[in-house]
């Protein structure tokens, strides 16, 4: 059974920072594609950061320079380093697995909130 588990969310001020984490189990970490994507309230998901089984990455645009992606084969998570937090980040952040060769193979955690006040 493949899992998703976010975690490190939570409620931070203007400025601030959170770290999120998202364990993966029940699939073989390192090939797949690990991304972080976020939903806010009467807005569509959209992409924040994606980061390939060789550790490429991408950034949405309003993003660059304040959020890193980075993963850890060895534990099997990606996290999401979010810095300079602001009134527009928040939303529910989902992390996604993609297996970069067999797209039926896309997996979605639970959703984890942030909120950043002003």
């Known amino acids: 059974q493949v899992q998703l588990v976010e975690s490190g969310g939570g409620l931070v001020q203007f400025g601030g920072s959170l770290r999120l984490s998202c364990a993966a189990s029940g699939i073989i970490f390192a090939r797949y594609a690990m991304g972080w994507y976020r939903q806010a309230p009467g807005k569509e998901r959209e992409l924040v950061a994606r980061?390939?089984?060789?550790?490429?990455?991408v950034y949405a645009d309003s993003v660059k320079g304040r959020f890193t992606i980075s993963r850890d084969n060895s534990k099997s998570t990606v996290y999401l380093q979010m810095n300079d937090l602001k009134p527009d980040d928040t939303a529910v952040y989902y992390c996604?697995?993609?297996?970069?060769?067999?797209?039926?193979?896309?997996?979605w955690g639970q959703g984890s909130q942030v909120t950043v006040s002003s």
């Open positions: 980061i390939t089984p060789g550790s490429s990455t």
């Open positions: 996604n697995g993609h297996h970069v060769g067999r797209m039926t193979e896309d997996y």
